[in-house]
């Protein structure tokens, strides 16, 4: 099996040729499928596409941000998590997001503070509290 840069299977690749025929819900929904299939690059370029076709789009641009994360594109997450913020504003799903950016960064800080601004929004979401276990774990294995 032959893999791109990613590490994803060059068989993916094929769904971001077709993406100039998608709305854009289509790309989002497909770079979604790619995205939870570990395919961080081919969902990027998916997100990208999509973001295209709909500059307006903020679950389009928040896709494309955590995607430049799990590839450790920092700079094009935080540009991307900037447009984000414009068109949806200060969501739990954002807060989340760039706190988990800042996480895989090292920068355990801010990402507390992202995770607690998510926390604040919707308590009773699991995804938030799985992250800030993350995080809790991440501080305690520093300490060691």
């Known amino acids: 099996m032959e893999l791109t ?3 994803d299977t060059f068989d993916g ?4 040729s077709d ?19 570990e395919n961080y690059g081919n ?15 903020g679950a389009a641009w928040l896709g494309l941000a955590a995607c430049s994360d799990r590839i450790h594109r920092f700079d094009l ?4 998590y900037g447009q984000a913020f414009r068109l ?3 969501t739990p799903e954002y807060y989340n997001n760039v706190g988990y950016s800042y996480l895989l960064r090292g920068k355990l800080q ?30 305690k294995n520093l300490e060691r």
């Open 77 to 80: 997450a935080d540009r991307a």
């Open 110 to 139: 801010d990402a507390r503070s992202n995770f607690l601004k998510a926390y604040e929004l919707a308590p009773n979401d699991p995804t938030v509290a799985n992250n800030l276990r993350l995080l809790s774990s991440s501080v």
């Open 43 to 57: 969902a990027g370029a998916l997100f990208y596409k999509a973001t295209q076709l709909a500059p307006n789009d």
């Open 5 to 7: 840069a990613f590490g």
């Open 88 to 90: 949806i504003g200060p």
């Open 13 to 16: 690749l094929k769904t971001v």
């Open 19 to 37: 993406v100039e025929y998608y709305a854009s819900d289509q790309a989002v929904a497909e770079a979604m499928n790619q995205f939870r299939s």
